[in-house]
């Protein structure tokens, strides 16, 4: 096997930390990590795959830690890791597997790709540990088809629990360098102001994993109730349905799929305490009309709820202007949240928006869906997250089947939900309030057949909203 892969000189941990400041694969600041905590120091080590030298180095060091382990294969980690462990593989002749995000849905249905028999070892690369869930989510895939791992080598470790979280289920890990580690090398290296040492040396303590933690306070943020969450709303929309939510107990939205205006209006005024809003298809009512309108509006005011109009538009920004604003419903001129569908791209949201401008209108984008063996799923869900964050001003959240974001302004609303699990004879899946609202981190449940579908209605209605309430409590605590 060869030493090394081709280097002038073989890098340090000291060199390389300087090398990765200089490439601002390593930056200081003020800066929002994903879990919403805010951070003075960042590292995007994916800025390493455009520095070839870097990247030798850091497998080189990697090759380093671990070449006296013992072990036939090696798994980089999507998706840093994945080239640093190509380029340890070629150098050494070492096998690679490779970890499939999700197992095809066609074919072998494999999660591993790559030659291996059972019992191999297989060692796993990483960038960087936090917690380890990554490192142990890849080990778990490798166990599952057989495959041993005993071994982890990483980049660095944030000691955040990862090496413990790790340890527990008997996988050691190697890691380069720590943030400690980064602060010394950088500040003895004169890259960083003292001021801004002692910030990231609170900042490490403070989230440093202590042994008797279960997880680090700082990677498990706190769950914010509706109200707090209300006062960090931006838009007035998900501002005044939170605020209802907290008021009335309540995250239940009825979804009155009945084909009469009459019947809606009766079921709505029934319910109305109940529920935080209300979900129509107008187009699937036969009378639909002004005065409709009107009277499902005098409701809205009488139980103080929200009207959101189940449109899902889906087509290019300048006919869904036309869809929302015109045609025989005017849905601009009574709903409070509509929704479109990502799939024409940014643009449905920017007509959409236009038409919304100066109204009091949310939207929420269809980043999931409940029916089976549909496409709402992977990169077009995250995509879809994507386009919200882009848009605060006029998205407000997403009909979703779990938590899809941490900004607590985006609020998940998910339907399919029943008191038990199931699926209708059309492909509709349900889940329960305590799995969407307590396991699954959803804000809000949507409930159709198991409302309107009932003998007593409003009896439904009462029971959703205390399982749902019940559940978003059981979550806060
Ligand atoms: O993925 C989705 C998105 C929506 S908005 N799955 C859904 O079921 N919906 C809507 O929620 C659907 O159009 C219907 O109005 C409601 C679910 O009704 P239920 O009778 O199955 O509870």
């Not at 000291?14 to 990590?33: C, N, P, R, W, Y």
């Not at 455009?50 to 090759?63: E, G, I, Q, T, Y």
């Not at 070449?67 to 980690?77: A, P, Q, R, Y």
């Not at 580690?181 to 490490?204: C, F, H, N, Q, W």
Request: a neutral charge; hydrophobic letters at 40%.
């Amino acid at each position: 096997m060869a030493a090394s892969i081709m280097s002038c000189s073989p890098a340090t941990t000291e060199s390389l930390i300087i090398q990765l400041h200089s490439i601002d694969a390593v930056k200081f600041g003020d800066f929002t990590l994903k879990s919403g905590i805010q951070s003075p120091v960042y590292f995007d080590l994916r800025v390493m795959i455009s520095h070839p030298k870097v990247m030798v180095d850091v497998a080189n060091l990697l090759w380093g830690k671990i070449s006296s382990c013992n072990f036939k294969s090696l798994c980089g980690v999507p998706y840093t890791a994945l080239p640093i462990a190509t380029l340890m593989s070629a150098s050494h002749d070492v096998p690679m597997l490779i970890r499939r995000k999700e197992a095809k849905g066609y074919g072998t249905k494999k999660l591993i790709e790559g030659t291996f028999s059972e019992g191999d070892v297989c060692m796993i690369v990483e960038d960087v540990v936090s917690s380890g869930s990554s490192v142990l989510e890849t080990a778990e895939s490798l166990q599952a088809a057989g495959i041993r791992v005993t071994d982890a080598v990483v980049l660095l470790n944030r000691e955040q629990g990862g090496p413990e979280k790790l340890a527990a289920n008997n996988i050691k890990l190697h890691s380069i360098f720590t943030m400690n580690d980064v602060l010394s090398v950088l500040s003895s290296a004169g890259k960083m102001s003292p001021e801004m040492v002692d910030r990231v040396t609170k900042y490490i303590a403070e989230n440093k994993f202590k042994p008797d933690q279960q997880v680090p306070s700082a990677v498990k943020p706190k769950v914010l109730t509706y109200a707090e969450r209300a006062s960090q709303c931006t838009h007035s929309v998900s501002r005044r349905l939170l605020k209802i939510m907290e008021q009335k107990k309540t995250n239940l939205v009825l979804s009155a799929d009945v084909t009469k205006s009459k019947e809606l209006l009766d079921l709505v005024d029934k319910t109305g305490p109940h529920i935080c809003m209300v979900k129509t298809h107008a187009d699937t009512l036969d009378d639909f009309c002004d005065d409709f309108v009107e009277k499902l509006k005098q409701l809205s005011n009488k139980h103080n709820f929200l009207i959101f109009e189940d449109r899902k538009f889906a087509d290019i920004g300048n006919t869904v202007v036309h869809q929302f604003s015109g045609g025989v419903h005017r849905i601009s001129d009574w709903a409070d949240v509509i929704n479109a569908h990502t799939v024409p791209g940014a643009g449905v949201v920017q007509g959409l928006q236009k038409v919304a401008q100066g109204k009091d209108i949310g939207c929420l984008l269809i980043a999931e869906m409940s029916s089976a063996g549909n496409l709402a799923t992977g990169d077009y869900t995250q995509v879809t997250v994507k386009i919200a964050e882009e848009n605060p001003d006029f998205v407000i959240g997403f009909i979703c089947l779990s938590k899809l974001s941490s900004n607590p302004a985006l609020l998940h609303m998910t339907p399919g939900v029943q008191l038990k699990e199931g699926q209708d004879a059309l492909g509709q899946r349900y889940l329960t309030p305590q799995e969407v609202i307590s396991n699954r981190g959803s804000d809000i449940i949507i409930v159709g057949r198991g409302i309107y579908g009932a003998s007593d209605p409003t009896e439904a209605a009462r029971q959703f909203q205390i399982a749902g309430y019940d559940a978003y409590l059981a979550r806060l605590s």
